[in-house]
């Protein structure tokens, strides 16, 4: 079964700080990785990423795969109380179209 | 706007009743999926649907099913319910694997 671990598991941080959540994978014929954010309700699409060492970015947000070294990172800048939520990496093989989730990552955003 | 709709954002429910929890897409989606979210266990899956009448067990299958007799819904059936079931439930859809997933609001379960 693919595995994928999410790193911290939860983290507070004030406003203003810059966060690195990490999500590493194991996989057998990988396909794409997706983060998602979740607050009280469903999860919200935030990246799909596919290929390496290309960055997507969204306003304060960022993401960046690494194929080699089976990890992706989730930058968050200049946080703000808006961005305190569950935030969830997934993975996709070639063969299947199930997604497999990590547990997540549970982040707080203090004034 | 797309949208993913689960007929209930909370049940209360007795052991050992029969439960159904709903899902119905309006995307025209293939795919269709059942998780189930626990603290400290994240999104696991419960079964999966790539078609009309098709079903496939995901990770933790036993003590549910499914039904899809349509493509647009998708219904995820507790046989007996049990304490251990007591769970946030969200439905899942996407066209094919080259797309994330659009997820409903989830249904939060509660057996007692």
């Known amino acids: 079964e693919d595995k994928v671990v999410q790193s911290p598991l939860s983290l507070v941080v004030h406003e203003g700080d810059t966060v690195t959540l990490n999500c590493s994978y194991e996989?057998?014929?990988?396909?794409?990785l997706l983060w998602y954010k979740q607050e009280k309700k469903a999860p919200t699409f935030l990246f799909m990423l596919?290929?390496?060492?290309i960055e997507k970015k969204s306003g304060r947000l960022s993401s960046i795969l690494d194929k080699k070294e089976l990890f992706s990172i989730l930058n968050i800048t200049a946080t703000q109380t808006g961005d305190s939520a569950v935030y969830l990496c997934?993975?996709?093989?070639?063969?299947?179209?199930?997604?497999?989730f990590g547990t997540g990552t549970s982040l707080t955003v203090i004034p | 706007d797309v949208k993913v709709t689960q007929s209930s954002r909370y049940l209360v429910k007795r052991t050992g009743e029969k439960v159904f929890l709903e899902c119905v897409q309006d995307m025209d989606h293939e795919n269709m999926f059942w998780y189930r979210q626990d603290p400290g266990l994240g999104l696991r899956l419960i079964y999966f649907s790539y078609d009309v009448k098709m079903k496939e067990k995901g990770d933790i299958p036993e003590g549910y099913s499914v039904s899809r007799e349509k493509k647009e819904r998708f219904s995820l059936i507790l046989e007996s319910a049990s304490t251990n079931q007591t769970s946030m439930y969200l439905c899942?859809?996407?066209?094919?694997?080259?797309?994330?997933?659009?997820f409903g609001s989830g249904t939060r379960l509660t057996v007692v």
């Open positions: 899942a859809s996407n066209l094919d694997r080259n797309y994330g997933y659009t």
């Open positions: 596919t290929s390496s060492g």
């Open positions: 997934a993975e996709i093989a070639n063969t299947g179209n199930q997604f497999y």
């Open positions: 996989v057998t014929n990988f396909r794409s």
